[in-house]
């Protein structure tokens, strides 16, 4: 599934992907994240000065979302197919809100 994040004019800003791999036999969760330059570009422009810094650190950490999800959300749990779900609920509510704090929207495909 890809998950995006987009401007109101419905340009991305985030894009990310997240699916279930098979290596030897064995099935599991993998996501990466694109954050397209122009896109997130204009959305810090327009962000007040005073919130820009918090701006790029939530951004920041949402790129670093293959990272979270190994070291945070697998930390106490197996990864595996079955996980897919949990891991996609906890995308979605990021997500989500950083899309009501900047005004923008949740597409996925």
Known sequence: MVLYLRNKRNKDIVEIELNVETDE??????????IDVTGYSK?????PELN????????????????????????VKKNTALEYDGVLSEVRVWLKLLAEKYE???VED
């Open 25 to 34: 036999n064995k099935k599991f969760v993998e996501c990466s994240c694109a």
């Open 52 to 75: 820009q810094q918090v701006l790029i650190q939530e951004f920041d950490d949402l790129s670093e979302i293959r990272g979270w999800m190994w070291e945070r959300y697998f930390a």
């Open 43 to 47: 959305l810090l422009l327009s962000t």
């Open 104 to 106: 923008l929207n949740v």
